[in-house]
């Protein structure tokens, strides 16, 4: 596939500009020119919801934003980030306290973090947890050892560095959806405008994937576009968030990963907090125009 520039926009976090390197860099051979935007997930999010006017072609956005926005845009099974014991954290300065009536920050009102804590919540907090404040995921640690909020549900490398916070894990999101379900964490997802048609969607995902493939061939090709990015310059960091969430999902969802993205927005329309999907809904295009 080849022609103008795909507009796309993915954050700046190891795992996006590991697996987008070699696209972005034109190493992907027949793949379309990208024209790359970095910028947070919430940002992300809200375009996403813009549908038709969105001015991005291609979107890394959260799994839990999907109800709202598959009608102009169709999910890619590559490129995006499930996995394994690297779900969210809800992170607080004294251990073990209860959040019933507390302010907790989150990245994003529509992020699948946020989607997975409700689902947590509705089962772990006694009564209601009290004031829900979005802070880009960058500031929440900061603001949660400041005393500015009460709790924070991180993301990305704050798994890894919020000891040097001085803060204490309450509870891990992704260990009780794997607890509760046996399923994989479905965390972001690449989504790309179905106006664009099948037989393209179907070349970004090749192109995707192919990326993917190349980054995992050549790690080192790709250590300073992801270094030059990442909010957290420590290289074993970044190592450790690529690590993570770069894996066997990225290259393609599978059965089980669509299983995971079906239980995961299934259940949570469920319980009020998402629009139902039509049973096609996370189906790619071109399988769908195939089978009629």
């Known amino acids: 596939m080849s022609g103008d520039a795909m507009r796309i926009a993915y954050s700046p976090c190891p795992n996006d500009t590991f697996v987008f390197h070699a696209w972005a860099h034109g190493l992907v051979p027949g793949a379309p020119p990208l024209a790359v ?3 947070d997930i919430d940002v992300t999010n809200g375009l996403a919801e813009q549908g038709e006017r969105c001015p991005f072609d291609v979107l890394k956005v959260s799994y839990a934003v999907l109800p709202w926005v598959l009608e102009d ?5 590559c490129g995006g980030a499930l996995g394994r014991g690297c779900g969210p954290l809800v992170l607080t300065r004294e251990p073990g306290i209860s959040l019933t009536g507390r302010t907790v920050a989150v990245p994003s009102e529509r992020s699948t973090a946020y989607l997975l804590f409700r689902l947590w919540a509705a089962q772990e907090v006694p009564g209601d947890v009290g004031e ?10 900061p603001a949660v050892r400041d005393g500015r909020v009460d709790a924070g549900l991180v993301i990305h490398e704050a798994r890894f560095t919020y000891q040097r916070f001085g803060l204490h894990e309450l509870a891990d999101m992704g260990e009780h ?21 099948a037989e393209r969607l179907a070349a970004l995902a090749d192109a995707a994937r192919a990326s993917v493939r190349l980054a995992w061939d050549d790690p080192r090709a790709s250590a300073e576009y992801v270094r030059e990015n990442a909010q ?18 990225t290259a393609d969802l599978g059965e089980s990963g669509y299983a995971a993205v079906r239980g995961l927005l299934t259940r949570a329309a469920a319980e ?12 790619p295009p071109w399988t769908t125009t195939a089978s009629g």
Do not use: C
Request: charged share 15%.
């Open 272 to 283: 009020g907090l998402v629009p139902p999907l039509g049973p096609d809904a996370l189906l």
């Open 232 to 249: 957290e310059l420590d290289r074993a960091v970044a190592e450790q968030h690529i690590g993570l969430y770069v894996n066997e999902f």
């Open 73 to 77: 845009f169709a999910l890619l099974p």
């Open 37 to 39: 935007t970095l910028a």
């Open 177 to 197: 959806w794997e607890q509760t379900t046996g399923l994989p964490i479905p965390l972001g997802a690449i989504i790309a405008k179905r106006s664009l048609g």
């Open 132 to 141: 829900i404040v979005v802070l880009p995921f960058h500031e929440i640690m």
